[in-house]
């Protein structure tokens, strides 16, 4: 059991709670052939996925107001069916896949992982989501958070200390006693600066074939665990 016990862990989403890409290419796949829409969904979603950082790294810089990842989705999702000439999509139909990030699956673990950790403390997201993502996500997934900690919340993406910071803030507590929880090395190192207890466990599938890095902890985190169950069970739960 981890020396130090947090009163609240939050989490990370994107990848360490929930599966983007295969529930994304399954979603888009069955909602194009059911509309008769000819694509390659799992083209589109890896090169969506990788507008990602970009999209919000022009918010960060200031050069884009405050938007909203939602709205930074679409906006990608608009450029991206140009470029890779998908054709016949109605307005319904745009907003429907851009929906496709509400609509992700958990990790096998995950639900039953936070649920026992939810016997403990205050768990949530702290997410570049937006509150009204995550929460349907959480509703679609059935994930049991006791607060979202949506981007909107903060008018920052992460790594900006308001976002960490804010959780001890809103929770009123201190930031020794929030600890982050993720299967990325660089949110984990960003926490820390902010005075966050760690947690790492690795999602290797995340990326499908094109993973390259957290396949495993780069530094001395708080805990190390394989997976949301096994960090449930590192605190004795």
Same mark, same amino acid.
């Given at each position: 059991?981890?020396?130090?016990?947090?009163?609240?862990? @939050?989490?990370?989403?994107? %990848?360490?709670? @929930?599966?983007?890409?295969?529930?994304?290419?399954?979603?888009?796949?069955?909602?194009? !052939?059911?509309?008769?829409?000819? !694509?390659?969904?799992?083209?589109? @979603?890896?090169?969506?996925?990788?507008?990602?950082?970009?999209?919000?790294?022009?918010?960060?810089?200031?050069?884009?107001? *405050?938007?909203?990842?939602?709205?930074?989705?679409?906006?990608?999702?608009?450029?991206?069916? %140009?470029?890779?000439?998908?054709?016949?999509?109605?307005?319904?139909?745009?907003?429907?896949?851009? /929906?496709?990030?509400?609509?992700?699956?958990?990790?096998?673990?995950? @639900?039953?992982?936070?649920?026992?950790?939810?016997? /403990?403390?205050?768990?949530?997201?702290?997410?570049? =989501?937006?509150?009204?993502?995550?929460?349907?996500?959480?509703?679609? !997934? =059935?994930?049991? *958070?006791?607060?979202?900690?949506?981007?909107?919340?903060? %008018?920052?993406?992460?790594?900006?200390?308001?976002?960490?910071? %804010?959780?001890?803030?809103?929770?009123?507590?201190?930031?020794?006693?929030?600890?982050?929880?993720?299967?990325?090395?660089?949110?984990?190192?960003?926490?820390?600066?902010?005075?966050?207890?760690?947690?790492?466990?690795?999602?290797?599938?995340?990326?499908?074939?094109?993973?390259?890095?957290?396949?495993?902890?780069?530094?001395?985190?708080?805990?190390?665990?394989?997976?949301?169950?096994?960090?449930?069970?590192?605190? =004795?739960?």
């Amino acid at each position: 059991m981890p020396l130090t016990q947090p009163l609240a862990i @939050v989490f990370d989403t994107f %990848g360490t709670v @929930v599966d983007w890409r295969s529930s994304l290419i399954a979603d888009l796949g069955a909602y194009g !052939a059911a509309r008769g829409v000819k !694509a390659d969904w799992v083209k589109l @979603v890896d090169a969506w996925r990788a507008a990602y950082q970009p999209s919000m790294d022009r918010v960060r810089s200031g050069e884009q107001p *405050w938007t909203t990842l939602d709205s930074l989705h679409r906006a990608s999702l608009d450029r991206l069916t %140009g470029e890779f000439g998908i054709a016949g999509l109605s307005e319904e139909d745009l907003v429907h896949i851009n /929906r496709g990030w509400h609509r992700l699956r958990p990790w096998p673990d995950s @639900v039953a992982g936070l649920t026992r950790l939810k016997t /403990r403390f205050i768990i949530g997201p702290l997410s570049n =989501g937006n509150v009204s993502l995550l929460l349907n996500m959480a509703k679609f !997934a =059935g994930i049991p *958070w006791d607060m979202i900690f949506g981007s909107d919340l903060f %008018g920052r993406f992460k790594p900006d200390p308001a976002t960490y910071l %804010g959780v001890a803030r809103l929770l009123d507590l201190r930031p020794d006693q929030v600890m982050m929880a993720a299967a990325h090395n660089g949110d984990l190192a960003a926490a820390r600066r902010c005075g966050l207890l760690t947690a790492f466990f690795p999602r290797p599938a995340e990326y499908g074939p094109h993973q390259e890095r957290d396949y495993e902890a780069e530094q001395d985190w708080d805990v190390v665990a394989t997976d949301i169950e096994d960090l449930a069970a590192k605190f =004795g739960l």
